[in-house]
């Protein structure tokens, strides 16, 4: 799909397959309503503004390529280039861009390229979810001058929901822990269930003020959410 098709999705909404974390894979709509409120937190969450170059190389038929920054720049006349995902062609090509937004195996893969030894991050902002992100990773790309966002979402709710913004190592040896990050922003209601469990509701939820349980089970430290594991 176009620029142009994309934008289309910004009046009409669309649906997005599930990865099927939660259950078996579904259709998931994504209504006009909803997403001018999780485009509006997008676009704060991460400081995307009209000047911004955003780089997507998530698949956009998945709601962390097209809800975490594509829609969200697309509504403000921002400047979007979307490539399939080459970990070789990322690092040559990124220095051309403010923002991107990739999966944990996506980093990983790019920290293994010979080209992730001479890269320089700086000024780039790096939104990371999908999967939980872990501590490693933030670190080699706060270390090359990042400004990296581990980020909780699910195509039901957010994409931006619940995230963490790292700019200094210092925060993140802060912030590590023998569980992974879910964040310590939040944009949407949430409460953690007798099983531990996470629930959410908001206007970022396909599901509005009823709660959504979310299948993560998370523990909660210093105002902050860590995952433990998905609910059996």
Known sequence: ??????????????????????????????????MKFADEIAIDSQQITKDS????????QHAGGLLAQTLPALRIGAEVVVEDFSAYTWVKEIHK?????????????????????????????????????????????????????????????GPCAINTVFETLDKVEEYKHELTILGDRFYCDTTVGP?????????????????????DVVKEENNRYYYVKRAS
């Open 1 to 34: 799909m176009n620029l142009d098709g994309l934008k289309l999705i910004l009046t009409h909404g669309v649906s997005i397959n599930t990865s099927g974390t939660t259950g078996d894979p579904k259709k998931i709509l994504q209504t006009p309503e909803k």
């Open 195 to 215: 099983d531990g469990q996470l629930y959410v509701k908001g206007d970022i939820s396909v599901y509005g003020d009823n709660w959504f349980a979310t299948k």
């Open 53 to 60: 170059r955003i780089y997507t190389v998530c698949k956009i």
């Open 97 to 157: 861009y403010t923002h991107s937004h990739l999966s944990p195996n996506h980093a990983t893969a790019i920290m293994k390229t010979k080209g992730w030894r001479t890269v320089d991050l700086t000024g780039i902002w790096i939104t990371c979810g999908s999967d939980p992100v872990p501590w490693d990773t933030i670190s080699a790309f706060v270390e090359k001058g990042a400004t990296f966002m581990a980020n909780w979402g699910m195509t039901e709710v």
